[in-house]
């Protein structure tokens, strides 16, 4: 089964933009540098994008 290899936030994929691998529980997750603000700055905006997501804390 091939990864799917999209941004976690806008879904673009890895031939539309760059993006950063992230590891997260195991899982292998990939976000764009567009939304990495987000994942730094507003995790609150992954609930339900992101397991765990309702954890985090904003840097």
Wanted: net charge negative.
């Amino acid at each position: 089964m091939e990864e799917n290899k999209t941004c976690l936030v806008c879904k673009k994929t890895e031939d539309e933009i760059p993006l950063i691998l992230l590891t997260y529980k195991g899982k292998d997750l990939r976000i764009c540098p567009q939304h990495m603000p987000v994942l730094i700055h507003n995790p609150h905006e992954l609930v339900g994008k992101l397991d765990g997501a309702e954890g985090f804390e904003a840097g």
